[in-house]
């Protein structure tokens, strides 16, 4: 069966230090990979996806970037963090092998920006 | 007017009680339907997936989806306290990589 790993699970970073949260998935090959962050009352909030090793789509023009060095393997990064990049920050993957399958989360990373 | 419209709530029900939860969308090309629920501090679990409209059940839960009204519908039967999360809707259109979510449900049984 598949799964999908994120940590840290909790983080506090002071403002202005680089950021790095890493996501990877068990059990399938090529899967569509996603970003997003949620808000109390704001939803989810596409950040990025990749349908491919080193092919990334951003969907918020933001202080954040993400890259895919390996098939299963996606990685959320900042340089320099602001107080806005607080929040609950979630992974996330779906098959490619047919169009419209469901997404996978998982446990997701509440990062605090002091 | 947002893609998908879902009642933040919260709602309170009796323990027993059958739960009724909502969204409402407004592109018609949306042909993939998801239901997730979601406990504190969390990621949201997969509850029920289904294509174009109709129903869908899974032991105590039911999915429905009438494409004509724009609407579809996640019923609980026989709520427990452990179904207290909040429960996000989630749609896509054929052909896109983008899932629409609602703002969810918060949902609380008691005892």
């Known amino acids: 069966s598949q799964t999908i790993h994120q940590w840290p699970a909790t983080l506090v970073q002071p403002v202005g230090s680089p950021l790095s949260l890493e996501c990877t998935v068990e059990?399938?090959?090529?899967?569509?990979l996603y970003w997003y962050r949620q808000a109390a009352g704001r939803g989810l909030q596409l950040l990025f996806y990749?349908?491919?090793?080193?092919?990334i789509s951003s969907e918020v023009p933001q202080n954040l970037s993400a890259s895919r060095p390996q098939d299963r393997q996606f990685i959320l990064s900042s340089k320099k963090l602001l107080l806005s990049d607080s929040g609950f920050y979630l992974c996330?993957?779906?098959?490619?092998?047919?169009?419209?399958?469901?997404?996978?989360f998982g446990d997701g990373t509440r990062l605090s920006i002091l | 007017q947002k893609e998908v419209e879902q009642d933040p709530g919260p709602l309170s029900v009796p323990e027993g009680a059958i739960v009724s939860l909502n969204c409402t969308y407004s592109n018609s090309a949306f042909q993939y339907f998801m239901w997730y629920r979601q406990y504190s501090r969390k990621g949201p679990e997969l509850l029920m997936y289904?294509?174009?409209?109709g129903n869908k059940e899974d032991g105590r839960f039911t999915a429905q989806v009438d494409k004509s009204s724009k609407y579809i519908s996640l019923f609980i039967r026989d709520s427990q306290p452990s179904d207290s999360a909040t429960y996000l809707c989630?749609?896509?259109?054929?052909?896109?990589?983008?899932?629409?979510f609602g703002t969810g449900t918060r949902l609380k049984v008691l005892a």
């Open positions: 990749s349908v491919g090793i080193g092919q």
């Open positions: 996330a993957w779906s098959s490619q092998n047919r169009g419209g399958q469901p997404q996978h």
């Open positions: 989630a749609m896509m259109a054929s052909g896109t990589y983008k899932y629409i």
């Open positions: 289904t294509y174009s409209s």
């Open positions: 059990g399938t090959s090529n899967p569509n």
